[in-house]
């Protein structure tokens, strides 16, 4: 059974920084590429990031881009989100997600993405 908890929400004055983590188990980790995701109040889940197998290709929404980092750990079956000069317009649950085929390309679209963790809040205040 894969399993996907996500921790290191919380609240964050705007500029301040977070650092989100992702456990992974119940599968290969390291075949597969993973994505984060996030759902403001009201509003539907947006894609923040993504990151490939190996770790070495990653792509971002406009939003977050120079901001936000992927990365990951497979030894440990982890991935992050660095969140650095965070906004309110941040403030949301935040989601990884990991991709249904292994080695798959880094960009793949939302409905490809076959397991989701439960969320964890970041809010962040001005």
């Known amino acids: 059974q894969v399993q996907l908890v996500e921790s290191g929400g919380g609240l964050v004055q705007a500029g301040g920084s977070l650092r989100l983590s992702c456990a992974a188990s119940?599968?290969?980790?390291?075949?597969?590429?993973m994505g984060w995701f996030r759902q403001a109040p009201g509003k539907e889940r947006e894609f923040v990031g993504a990151?490939?197998?190996?770790?070495?290709?990653?792509y971002y929404v406009d939003s977050v881009k120079g901001r936000f980092t992927i990365s990951r750990d497979n030894a440990k079956n982890r991935l992050y989100l660095q969140m650095n000069s965070l906004k309110p317009e941040d403030t949301a649950v935040y989601y990884c997600?990991?991709?249904?085929?292994?080695?798959?390309?880094?960009?793949?679209?939302?409905?490809?993405?076959?397991?989701w963790g439960q969320g964890t809040q970041v809010t962040v205040s001005s």
């Open positions: 997600a990991t991709g249904s085929r292994p080695y798959g390309t880094t960009r793949i679209p939302e409905r490809e993405y076959e397991y």
């Open positions: 119940g599968r290969t980790f390291s075949m597969y590429s």
């Open positions: 990151i490939n197998w190996s770790g070495g290709s990653t």
